[in-house]
């Protein structure tokens, strides 16, 4: 009955919010993707931040911290709309440092060049929009809110990126083929960031039904290869796809084969950089002990 009461409200489109009822299974799921997404945009500083040091201009330089600092709001958001659902901040932590929740497959790929941190904005960061608009209308409350919040961050984080592949193409040669190299690596991993096929995809079919995730994996990778592809060829860049090619019938890009084993790879721990990612968080998380006691015996002192 209480289900029912529940579906009945998912299906006319209002919000579940922290207190109300909800099944088991939709408080798992929601942590689960919640958590990750937050994991994501934290271990995602990391890629970028490589970069900071070494950013070609003060311009560029304050652009890119601004960015990586918005990352770190982004998870901190998520990480707040994720304990409204009864979990606490250091189990997250902890399920992160166990290898028990995941974070995007993206972020274990190297940035090598400073054209990268372009291809990351642009891709990157493009392709969590179009993921993040479309969560905006996620059933959950406090998640819905989050993504409203970040998807007008996420718009400015695209356009940087855009903004440092459209000069870079248009610079010097050598530029031009460092922006094309960029796209080459980036590509493949950004439209992997979407997930398995719909068919492959276990999570989806509660994901939909309870209005978690509002369009399907396939549906928002089309998505983002139709809006992409104009932006490579307006500033005189080639997407890495042979087949890919303009489908009239269906009004939208056909593209080649995704490298599945190479996704699934990275996802369980092989990719180029995992090993280095968490290591990384595990040693920020462990420096940081002392902040986190002072801050906690603060507040423990005005709260006495
Ligand atoms: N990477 O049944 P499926 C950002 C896992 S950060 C790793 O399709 P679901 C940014 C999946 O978790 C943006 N794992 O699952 C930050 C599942 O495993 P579990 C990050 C992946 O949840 C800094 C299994 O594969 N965005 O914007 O329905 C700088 C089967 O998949 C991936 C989000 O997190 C992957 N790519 O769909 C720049 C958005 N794909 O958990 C930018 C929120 C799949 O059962 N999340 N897996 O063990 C989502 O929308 C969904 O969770 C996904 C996957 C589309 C990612």
């Not at 028990?100 to 497959?105: G, N």
Request: aromatic residues 10%; hydrophobic residues 35%; negative net charge.
């Amino acid at each position: 009955m209480q289900e029912q009461l529940f579906q009945k409200k998912i299906d006319a489109e209002q919000k579940i919010e922290p207190k109300d009822w909800m099944p088991d299974g939709y408080r798992s799921h929601l942590i689960r993707q919640i958590s990750q997404h937050a994991h994501s945009e934290i271990i995602g500083m990391q890629p970028e931040g490589n970069w900071i040091t070494r950013a070609p201009s003060l311009r560029a330089k304050m652009i890119l911290l601004a960015k990586v600092q918005d990352e770190a709001g982004h998870g901190l958001y998520l990480y707040s709309a994720c304990e409204t659902l009864g979990i606490s901040r250091d189990e997250l932590n902890s399920q992160l440092h166990q290898g028990k929740a995941k974070y995007s497959s993206i972020f274990n790929y190297p940035t090598l060049s400073w054209a990268d941190m372009g291809a990351i904005g642009w891709l990157v960061d493009g392709a969590a929009i179009v993921n993040q608009v479309s969560l905006q209308k996620t059933s959950y409350g406090p998640y819905s809110r989050g993504m409203v919040k970040i998807c007008k961050e996420e718009s400015f984080h695209q356009r940087q990126g855009y903004e440092i592949m459209s000069e870079m193409a248009n610079g010097t040669k050598e530029q031009k083929e460092m922006a094309q190299d960029a796209l080459n690596r980036f590509w493949w991993p950004s439209i992997m960031m979407f997930g398995p096929h719909d068919s492959d995809s276990p999570r989806t079919g509660n994901a939909m039904k309870w209005k978690i995730k509002r369009k399907t994996n396939d549906e928002l990778r089309q998505d983002f290869i139709d809006k992409t592809v104009a932006q490579a060829e307006l500033i005189g860049l080639k997407i890495p796809d042979p087949d890919l090619k303009w489908n009239e019938e269906r009004s939208s890009y056909d593209f080649g084969e995704i490298n599945w084993d190479e996704f699934w790879g990275v996802v369980n721990g092989n990719g180029p950089c995992n090993e280095q990612r968490l290591n990384h968080h595990i040693k920020a998380h462990e420096d940081g002990e002392w902040v986190r006691k002072a801050a906690k015996a603060y507040a423990e002192k005005q709260n006495s």
